[in-house]
Structure formats: structure tokens, C-alpha cells
């Protein structure tokens, strides 16, 4: 139960967009629902989550190989207070890279395997590490195809004839003294497509956009639309979703 639209964590408070009252795990994924995913960080608690943050790569080299990659920052469980605990569950407390969320959702897409990326193309299957249930990963794919209905928080990502399945994030920009900027956002839009048979991963950033909305579902998702679009027609990819033919009709002479 996410009404009345914000909770009271550790001394903080958490708010939603507005008060969506009960959801199920898909419609806090459709919703964006902060309040949501922190009850249920609250319920699985902080170890539960940083293993499975850890298990899907963050806080640790890709292993791509590339000079100047970072880990990005996932301090240990034993360090989060309450309140950490439920700032980890939507998104804040840690920083990733845009290569870890990609792969991240590659493992997502992928049943469940997570595979180090690489830039170049290799001639043998790589080896992969099981991050977590294929089935549990499978339902979140599921589960995330709703982000991109007109109910959720990025229709503007969806494109004609594919399912896709991905996520929305809005978040404040660190400022230099360690707090949180009132007015600089990151806007991410990280899908998967076609859902129903993944085959591309792609993450879009921006970095505190300037006009307009600053919410991912208006900046970051037409980019996807646009780049992944274009992408699934250069590959020559089946789509996944297009309308029922109407069944043929015949009729008999006399």
C-alpha cells in the first residue's frame, strides 16, 4: 500500500509523483513508485538487496577492459541505515556506469545470465555467471514491458510492431557539497527489445537536460524509440507484436 503517496524512513521522507495506493510489483515498476520499492526493501532488507546488486555487476569492473573504466560505488550492506536501505531500493545511494546498467539488463534479458560485456566480437560462446533465477529474471522482463504502456511512465519509448520492456529513472545530481542539486537531474531510459525474444539492450543518459521536462519518460524514452528503432530495422529483426490478421473469408456458390 503506497498511500498516501510518501513514508516517513529513518527520518526522511520518500514521495511518489502522487498516491497510487495498492499496487502489485508491476504496477510499482509501471509507476515509478518509491514508496513501493522501499517497503519492499524494507521486507527483503539491505543484505538480500546489495547481494543482488552485486550479483548483477555494480560496484565492480565490467571486465571490459577499456582504460579508465570505473566500478562505480556500492559501499557494503553494514553501512546503510535504514533509510539506505530503502534510498538502494529505487536507485540512490550508488552510482553505476552506463556500461553496468546495460549489461545489468543484458543479464535481465538473458534469463538470468550475466555474460562480461566486450568490444569486440568474440568466436566462442562466452561464459556466464547465473545472477539470479531465469524464471524470476523472465517475469521481471514481463513485468517491465508495462513501463512503456500508456499507463506507465514511458509510452514514449514504445515502437510499432515490438514489445518492449524497460524502465524509467529520474534522479538528482550530486552537487559538489555532497548533497543533492534541487534543479540538475540524470534522465535514463534503459530497454530491451523485442521482449518476447531479447536480442538488443540499449541505455540512454542524459545529463541534465535543459529544456522542458527533465523526466526520463519525455527525454530519454524518444531516444530510445528513435536509436532502437532504427537499430531493430538495420538487423532485420522479427518483430514481436504486430495486430491479429482477420481470418480469411470464403463463400460457397449455390
Same mark, same amino acid.
Given at each position: 500500500?503506497?498511500?498516501?503517496?510518501?513514508?516517513?524512513?529513518?527520518?526522511?521522507?520518500?514521495?511518489?509523483?502522487?498516491?497510487?495506493?495498492?499496487?502489485?510489483?508491476?504496477?510499482?515498476?509501471?509507476?515509478?513508485?518509491?514508496?513501493?520499492?522501499?517497503?519492499?526493501?524494507?521486507?527483503?532488507?539491505?543484505?538480500?538487496?546489495?547481494?543482488?546488486?552485486?550479483?548483477?555487476?555494480?560496484?565492480? +569492473?565490467?571486465?571490459?577492459?577499456?582504460?579508465?573504466?570505473?566500478?562505480?560505488?556500492?559501499?557494503?550492506?553494514?553501512?546503510?541505515?535504514?533509510?539506505?536501505?530503502?534510498?538502494?531500493?529505487?536507485?540512490?545511494? #550508488?552510482?553505476?556506469?552506463?556500461?553496468?546498467?546495460?549489461?545489468?539488463?543484458?543479464?535481465?534479458?538473458?534469463?538470468?545470465?550475466?555474460?562480461?560485456?566486450?568490444?569486440?566480437?568474440?568466436?566462442?560462446?562466452?561464459?556466464?555467471?547465473?545472477?539470479?533465477?531465469?524464471?524470476?529474471?523472465?517475469?521481471?522482463?514481463? +513485468?517491465?514491458?508495462?513501463?512503456?504502456?500508456?499507463?506507465?511512465?514511458?509510452?514514449?519509448?514504445?515502437?510499432?510492431?515490438?514489445?518492449?520492456?524497460?524502465?524509467?529513472?529520474?534522479?538528482? +545530481?550530486?552537487?559538489?557539497?555532497?548533497?543533492?542539486?534541487?534543479?540538475?537531474?540524470?534522465?535514463?531510459?534503459?530497454?530491451?527489445?523485442?521482449?518476447?525474444?531479447?536480442? #538488443?539492450?540499449?541505455?540512454?543518459?542524459?545529463?541534465?537536460?535543459?529544456?522542458?521536462?527533465?523526466?526520463?519518460?519525455?527525454?530519454?524514452?524518444?531516444?530510445?524509440?528513435?536509436?532502437?528503432?532504427?537499430?531493430?530495422?538495420?538487423?532485420?529483426?522479427?518483430?514481436?507484436?504486430?495486430?491479429?490478421?482477420?481470418?480469411?473469408?470464403?463463400?460457397?456458390?449455390?
Amino acid at each position: 500500500n503506497t498511500a498516501p503517496g510518501w513514508v516517513r524512513i529513518g527520518g526522511y521522507t520518500i514521495r511518489d509523483h502522487r498516491s497510487y495506493g495498492v499496487l502489485d510489483m508491476r504496477g510499482i515498476l509501471e509507476k515509478s513508485s518509491n514508496v513501493g520499492a522501499s517497503h519492499i526493501g524494507e521486507d527483503i532488507g539491505a543484505e538480500a538487496l546489495w547481494k543482488n546488486m552485486r550479483a548483477f555487476g555494480f560496484g565492480k +569492473m565490467t571486465g571490459v577492459g577499456f582504460p579508465g573504466e570505473v566500478a562505480g560505488r556500492l559501499e557494503g550492506w553494514r553501512q546503510w541505515s535504514v533509510s539506505g536501505t530503502a534510498a538502494h531500493s529505487y536507485g540512490y545511494g #550508488l552510482s553505476v556506469t552506463t556500461l553496468q546498467l546495460a549489461t545489468a539488463y543484458a543479464a535481465l534479458a538473458n534469463h538470468g545470465r550475466y555474460i562480461h560485456p566486450s568490444l569486440l566480437k568474440r568466436n566462442e560462446p562466452p561464459s556466464y555467471i547465473q545472477a539470479a533465477p531465469a524464471k524470476d529474471c523472465d517475469e521481471v522482463v514481463s +513485468m517491465l514491458q508495462s513501463v512503456v504502456s500508456p499507463e506507465g511512465t514511458a509510452p514514449k519509448a514504445r515502437i510499432t510492431g515490438f514489445k518492449i520492456a524497460g524502465k524509467t529513472g529520474t534522479s538528482r +545530481m550530486m552537487g559538489p557539497d555532497g548533497t543533492y542539486s534541487k534543479k540538475n537531474y540524470n534522465t535514463v531510459f534503459a530497454g530491451i527489445a523485442p521482449a518476447s525474444d531479447p536480442r #538488443l539492450v540499449l541505455v540512454v543518459v542524459i545529463t541534465d537536460p535543459q529544456k522542458g521536462s527533465y523526466y526520463a519518460g519525455d527525454v530519454a524514452a524518444p531516444i530510445f524509440h528513435n536509436v532502437m528503432a532504427g537499430a531493430l530495422r538495420m538487423l532485420n529483426i522479427r518483430p514481436d507484436d504486430l495486430p491479429d490478421e482477420p481470418a480469411a473469408v470464403t463463400t460457397a456458390s449455390m
